[in-house]
Each structure stands twice: as structure tokens, then as C-alpha cells.
């Protein structure tokens, strides 16, 4: 089975231009198979991108995937953004992508935190639930290690996909945690 966190450039036999319109602002996304929501800017994600307050600060987006929540977020709140993704394609997409959208970012291929050594005040992560529990965990516990004091992790879960597990292990590795946002089993939650 092929998943987005596997890479396989045989799959990339279709490139596509994804519009997201947020924020009074315009994005163009390039896309390709083999790439998390490879057809449409998903809708989790949309959501995660509303719900989060104004940032300042640095920006990690960590298993970014082509790109979507660190653009939008580094160009509308004007932060130092950070793009990692196990992937080396979709970290290729993230570079094309923040050019594309007169963005500068540090594009990083890392499986979670192996290549990164930096702290930062935002990390943002629509986690590869298909990659299983013990990966997410694991992203959580090293967000937690690389976060400044008073840094938050801002995730977007399902509840169908294990909400209620994530809160249960936030609160095991912060000292606050908050529901941001909840509907249709969608869970925006901040960790600090």
C-alpha cells in the first residue's frame, strides 16, 4: 500500500495547481500523487488554519506535506518559517510552494525531529495518522523537547482518528492543554 509518509517517485505522474483563498489572501498549491491530499487542500487542515490565534515568533511545520499550513501562516502572520516532512518529494513541493507564494522557508527532510536541532515558539501538525500511533506519539514527545518556553503545538485530529488518546498524552507532556475548536468530530487542539 502506498501511503504520502512513504516515498515513491512512480507516483508522480499527475501534477496539479490546488487554490486555497484564507485570509483575504490568494495560495497556489503544486500537487502531485503520492502526496497527502494530492486533489484538494484538506479540509482538517483548512480548519486547523482557522482556529489557530495570530502567531509571532518561529514556525515549524512538521510533516508539512506540500506546504499548506506554514505558507499560509508565515505569510499572513509575516514569521520565520521552517517546513519538515519525512518525504524528500513533498519537502521539494514545500520549497516550490513557499517560492511560488513569496514565502522564505527553511525546507527540511527529517523524519520527525532526526534533522532538527532548533527551538522553536509555533509548531504546527496535521499528524500521518495512517502511519500509526506509536509515530504520532512520538512527534508529540519530541514537539514537546522542541518547543522555546511558553511555545505551543497546534494540531488538527479527528476524533474517529484518536482525539480523545491525543488529549489524554498531551496532557502527559504539557502543562497546558486546550480545545480550540470542536465540530463534526474535528478537534483543533494547542499544546504548551
Known amino acids: 500500500m502506498n501511503h504520502y509518509f512513504i516515498e515513491n517517485r512512480d507516483l ?8 486555497l483563498e484564507i485570509f483575504n489572501q490568494q495560495f497556489k498549491f503544486l500537487s502531485n500523487n503520492g502526496l ?5 487542500v484538506d479540509d482538517a487542515s483548512v480548519t486547523l488554519l482557522k482556529n ?3 502567531l509571532t515568533g518561529t514556525l515549524l511545520d512538521l510533516g508539512c506535506g506540500y506546504g499548506t499550513l506554514g505558507i499560509v501562516l508565515a505569510k499572513t ?5 521552517t517546513m519538515a516532512d519525512i518525504n524528500s518529494i513533498a519537502a521539494e513541493y514545500a520549497a516550490k510552494n513557499a517560492a511560488a507564494n513569496g514565502v522564505t522557508a527553511t525546507v527540511i527532510q527529517s523524519d520527525s525531529f532526526s534533522n532538527i536541532t532548533t527551538k522553536f515558539d509555533n509548531i504546527v501538525l496535521n499528524p500521518p495518522i495512517h502511519a500509526g500511533k506509536e ?18 503545538l497546534y494540531i488538527v ?3 474517529k482518528h484518536g482525539a480523545e488518546t491525543t488529549l489524554s498524552k498531551l496532557k502527559e507532556l ?3 492543554v486546550t480545545i480550540l475548536h470542536k465540530k ?9
Open 174 to 176: 504539557f502543562t497546558q
Open 52 to 54: 489557530i490565534p495570530p
Open 36 to 40: 497527502f491530499s494530492c486533489d484538494k
Open 184 to 192: 463534526k468530530g474535528c478537534h483543533i487542539i494547542s499544546a504548551t
Open 157 to 159: 485530529i479527528q476524533k
Open 12 to 19: 508522480l505522474t499527475n501534477e496539479r495547481v490546488l487554490l
Open 135 to 152: 509515530i504520532m506519539y512520538r512527534m508529540y514527545e519530541e514537539s514537546a523537547k522542541h518547543l522555546n518556553p511558553n511555545g505551543t
Open 77 to 81: 502572520y509575516g514569521i520565520e518559517l
